[in-house]
C-alpha cells in the first residue's frame, strides 16, 4: 500500500531530520490547496534547510536518561 502524503507525515520527517523530504511533500500539498500551516512549514523549512543542526528529539531523549542509567553507562564504557 502506497504511502499517503500528509501534513503529519512531513511534520514527522521533518522534527526527525528529513527536512528536504518534508519540504517536498509540503509543497506538493500546497498545489492542492493554500493552507497557512503549509506555507509556514515551507518559509521554516527554507530557512533552516541548510543547517544540519541537532535533532532536537534525540537530544531531549538523551538528557531524559536518569543518572543511573549514566552512571552505569559510564562504567560499562571505561570497562571496554
Do not use: H
Given at each position: 500500500?502506497?504511502?499517503?502524503?500528509?501534513?503529519?507525515?512531513a511534520?514527522?520527517?521533518?522534527?526527525?531530520?528529513?527536512?528536504q523530504?518534508?519540504?517536498?511533500?509540503?509543497e506538493?500539498?500546497?498545489?492542492?490547496?493554500?493552507d497557512?500551516?503549509?506555507?509556514?512549514?515551507?518559509?521554516r523549512?527554507?530557512?533552516?534547510?541548510?543547517f544540519?543542526?541537532?535533532?532536537?528529539?534525540k537530544?531531549?531523549?538523551?538528557?531524559?536518561?536518569?543518572?543511573?542509567?549514566?552512571?552505569?553507562?559510564?562504567?560499562?564504557?571505561?570497562?571496554?
Amino acid at each position: 500500500m502506497p504511502l499517503t502524503k500528509t501534513k503529519t507525515y512531513a511534520r514527522i520527517l521533518e522534527t526527525q531530520g528529513f527536512k528536504q523530504e518534508a519540504l517536498e511533500i509540503y509543497e506538493e500539498l500546497l498545489k492542492e490547496t493554500e493552507d497557512p500551516e503549509i506555507v509556514e512549514a515551507i518559509e521554516r523549512l527554507k530557512k533552516r534547510k541548510f543547517f544540519e543542526g541537532v535533532n532536537v528529539l534525540k537530544l531531549k531523549e538523551f538528557n531524559d536518561i536518569n543518572q543511573l542509567n549514566r552512571y552505569d553507562f559510564e562504567k560499562w564504557l571505561s570497562e571496554i
